[in-house]
């Protein structure tokens, strides 16, 4: 019997982002340049959600009127697992922000992003 050496599929680094949120946040400095948003930030928020429960979101995204929100970056539909659905339902329920997960629209339908609010 052989053995196999097999490596599990992790996260990046904290404050690395991966190729979709890499691209979200060329979008973003774009909408900043027209003036849409003043401001965004990788990781740059943690909420506290129960005891030893933490939600840390892709992106705080300051709005030009001065809302924020809360975006996370997905993948695909298919990647939101039910964890993080959770994590992002809580926490649109126990703060005052809008939560919205964002998914790349496929080349194929044109590109850009889908927009899912919570």
């Known amino acids: 019997m052989t053995s196999k050496s097999y490596q599990a599929l992790g996260r990046l680094p904290k404050g690395v982002m991966n190729q979709t949120e890499t691209a979200y946040a060329a979008y973003l400095e774009l909408l900043k340049q027209a003036g849409q948003i003043l401001w965004y930030k990788f990781e740059g928020l943690k909420f506290r959600l129960a005891d030893n429960t933490f939600y840390s979101p892709d992106f705080a995204v300051m709005l030009s009127n001065g809302e924020m929100e809360i975006h996370e970056v997905k993948g ?5 697992t039910d964890d993080a659905k959770v994590k992002v339902k ?12 964002v998914y790349p629209k496929p080349k194929k339908q044109g590109g850009g992003w889908d927009f899912e609010n919570y």
């Open 90 to 101: 809580v926490a649109s329920e126990l703060y005052p922000f809008r939560f919205i997960v």
């Open 76 to 80: 695909s539909k298919g990647i939101f």
